[in-house]
């Protein structure tokens, strides 16, 4: 038994319909395939991100190491598009169905809250599975489909700059506003998108209850949620294979992996 008898009062007594937010991190993801970015083979250990996680770094790879940067593309959408939603994502489905979960506040950036069903996620760090106009800011959809022959052919046909950046550009097009697309993530140093940080604010407003699964709690502002959330009276439940750096914040804390936790809550709620 992984949820003590106390705590599992105390979720069956406090998780009311409608009022119960989840802020979930790269943790989640772990067990769907993703290595968390700092973790052990995580894309840190290979790539520096003060090169590869802003947009000068990577203009100036493409420039002086195309082959880096093919690799990297390589690595980063190979590692999601083999990914699947896991136990976790899918118990958070079931809660919100169920009409106790209301949002899903998400560091996230692999879509795999939406793959599964989740209908309410407000997404700090973007999707990669989005593009956005540098210019007007419109967003379109970079389906998997298009991913893999991305990826298809970088590998059968890249050969320098020049070719990569054809390349690039076919998948990432000039908008009709004149300026290019970009992926749909925040990059080391930019905003989070303003309208999706208001909502996830609005959601902590109303919160009784904020089930943080799978963040370490470092990356700002995403990080100051939590505290947010307990001002206005919410109780902090964390779900971390290890502490995180708030975890001394938090009402309880459940040590272990989400894809076994977060479906024993759902147990607990469901018996
Ligand atoms: P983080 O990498 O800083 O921390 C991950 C946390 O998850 C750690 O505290 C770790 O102990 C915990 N963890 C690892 N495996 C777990 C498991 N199986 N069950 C429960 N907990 C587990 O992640 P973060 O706090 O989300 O911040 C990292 C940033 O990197 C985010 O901004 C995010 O956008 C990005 N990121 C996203 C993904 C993804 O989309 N899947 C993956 C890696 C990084």
């Known amino acids: 038994m992984i949820i003590p008898e106390d705590l599992k009062y105390q979720i069956k007594k406090n998780f ?4 119960v937010v ?20 995580g894309l840190w250990e290979k790539y520096d991100p003060e090169i590869f996680a802003n947009t000068e770094g990577l203009i100036s790879v493409l420039r002086n190491n195309p082959r880096s940067l093919a690799n990297f593309i390589t690595e980063f959408y190979s590692t999601l598009l083999s990914s699947q939603p896991n136990p976790a994502h899918l118990s958070l489905v079931e809660l919100e169905k169920m009409g106790i979960l209301s949002s899903i ?4 950036i ?6 599964s069903g989740s209908q309410n996620v407000i997404e700090l760090h973007g ?6 106009c540098m210019g007007c800011q419109k967003k379109a959809c970079l389906n998997k489909e298009r991913i893999k022959e991305l990826l298809a052919l970088i590998k059968k046909s890249w050969s320098s ?16 506003c004149g300026k290019r697309f970009r992926i749909d993530i925040v990059l080391f140093g930019e905003l989070l998108p303003q309208d999706e940080l208001s909502r996830a604010y609005k959601e902590l407003d109303n919160c009784h209850t904020l089930l943080i699964i799978g ?25 971390n294979s290890q502490p995180s750096a708030l975890s001394e914040l938090c009402d ?8 076994e936790i977060v479906p024993e809550v759902l147990n607990i709620l469901k018996g």
């Open 16 to 19: 009311k319909k409608g009022k």
């Open 22 to 41: 989840s802020l979930t991190g790269a943790g989640i993801s772990a067990e769907s395939g993703i290595p968390t970015f700092r973790g052990k083979g």
């Open 105 to 108: 506040i998400t560091q996230n």
């Open 110 to 115: 692999d879509n795999l809250h939406q793959e």
């Open 127 to 132: 999707n990669s599975f989005r593009i956005i």
């Open 161 to 176: 700059y020049i070719s990569l950046l054809r390349i690039i550009s076919r998948y990432f097009p000039k908008c009709k």
């Open 215 to 239: 963040s370490s709690l470092v990356v700002y502002p995403a990080a100051e949620l939590p505290l947010y959330a307990k001002q206005r009276g919410a109780r902090l439940i964390e779900i």
């Open 252 to 259: 309880y804390r459940i040590i272990g992996r989400a894809s």
